[in-house]
Every structure is written in C-alpha cells, then in structure tokens.
C-alpha cells in the first residue's frame, strides 16, 4: 500500500503540470499541437486533405524513417550531416543495437519489447515524421525501454563500449550539425 501511495505521488503532480500546461497552451485539457500542426503545415491538410494527422498511409515513411534513413554525407568533415526529416535510431545512437541482446528467454525482455512497440506504434501512424531534429523525433519515448533492454544486453564487452562512445561521439557531431548547418 505505501509503494502505490508512492507512485501516486510522484504520478499525480506530473499529470497536474501536463494538464495545467496543455489547458494553459492550448485553452483545453487535452495536447492538441499535432493536430493543429497539421492543418498549417504544407505537408498536412494541403498534402493529404482525406487522411488526418494520423492514418495507416504514414507508416511505411516513418518505418523506413526509423530504420534505414541514413545521414546525409558531405565532403568535409565531419563528413555527415543529419538529414533533416529524421534518421534511423541505429545510425544516432548505434548502442541501442546493444537492446538486440538482452536474454530472449525471459519474460521482461518481451515486456520491454512489448512496451516499446506499443509506445512506438501510434508514432508511426503520424503524418509528420519530426522534421528538423536528430533522429527520429517520435521514438524519443521509446529510449527509456530500450535503456533497459541495453542494461539487460550489456555484457561490459570492448564491443559494448564502442558503441556507447561512438553513440556519444555520433550525437556530439549530429547535434553540432544540426546548429551550424547552412
């Protein structure tokens, strides 16, 4: 009993702030900048009149988005420069790739890969896939399940560390990238 008097806690002052702030930004109880993005941005209403800020026809963009999209290469160092409509998680921070290999025999792995998906999942049916940000900017809520899939997959190996520093190095560039592109 004193554990969930706890949690509420901790939860009910952050769902407080979050309505005060959605009531105070948008005159209602609700977050609605989504879907008043899309009626303003050329990419939304105009582009797709039938479809809304959600719809199944988003997915494969934001799939391929989160997946496969590479940086865009130049001929200078640091010889990348984030692509402005997103890339793949992998090529932002590759030490997510560690999440891959926490013990699949266990319940909390599927958990966690389940909690993810289902947190990813409505993000990939958004019709804007984050412009101009590093990386995919609807998987951000995912980091905290792949943080611990990676704790559960972290074997302290020369492997594991590299691809933590280059996960560091890797932002430091994007981010650097990102304020001083042209």
Known sequence: ???????????????????????????????????????????????????????????????????????????????????????????????????LMAPWNLKETWLYWLAFALVLGPAMLVYNNGQEQFGFRYAIMTYPFLLLLMARGWANSQLDRSLVVASIILTTLGIQGLRYQS
């Not at 209403?45 to 719809?55: E, I, K, M, N, V």
């Open 1 to 99: 009993m004193l554990n969930r008097l706890k949690l509420c806690a901790g939860i009910v002052p952050a769902i407080a702030v979050y309505l005060w702030y959605a009531h105070e930004r948008f005159g209602g109880w609700i977050d609605t900048a989504l879907s008043r993005w899309y009626l303003v941005d050329p990419a939304g209403l105009r582009a797709h009149p039938a479809l809304g800020p959600f719809s199944l026809h988003y997915f494969s963009v934001n799939f391929w988005t989160v997946m496969f999209a590479p940086p865009q290469w130049i001929p200078r160092f640091p010889f990348f420069t984030p692509h402005l409509y997103g890339q793949a998680i992998w090529t932002v921070s590759p030490a997510f790739i560690l999440a």
